[in-house]
């Protein structure tokens, strides 16, 4: 049990040295702050890939109730080591990106032109996205 206790502080210990990494980049006047745009950028430093809805709300979660357009260190820091620990926000796994990939590439080049890349991005191509599962 003690061995359990000591390795998740350990494992909340590093987190915490990682956030704070990662928000100091941030950080230009060194006072504990970031600029609110800043935020999605840091989480996705730390690995995590939320989704734009999702990252709304983490923000409206660390904002001050008067927002300021800045994020405190001390506001941030405990929300963003639950969501590491909770393994929250995770990015798409290789190969179901892979699979995507392959899919898109109908002709099995091993790549996408320019072109086509453009095209499955801007485009809402209903059949491609339910060739993909989407």
């Known amino acids: 049990m003690a061995d359990e206790k000591d390795r998740e502080e350990i494992i909340v210990a590093e987190f915490h040295k990682k956030i704070k990494e990662a928000f100091e980049v941030f950080d230009h006047e060194s006072n504990n702050t970031v ?26 979660e660390v904002e001050e109730e008067e927002p300021t357009g800045y994020i405190r260190f001390e506001k941030f820091l405990p929300v963003m080591t639950e969501i590491l620990l909770e393994r929250r926000y995770r990015p798409i796994p290789e190969d179901v990106l892979l699979r995507a990939f392959e899919v898109l590439d109908s002709a099995k080049r091993g790549f996408l032109t320019k072109d086509e890349l453009i095209k499955y991005m801007t485009e809402e191509d209903r059949v491609s996205l339910c060739r993909l599962g989407w």
């Open 35 to 60: 600029d609110v745009r800043e935020i999605g950028t840091i989480i996705r430093s730390l690995g995590c890939c939320p989704t734009e809805g999702e990252l709304h709300d983490l923000i409206a």
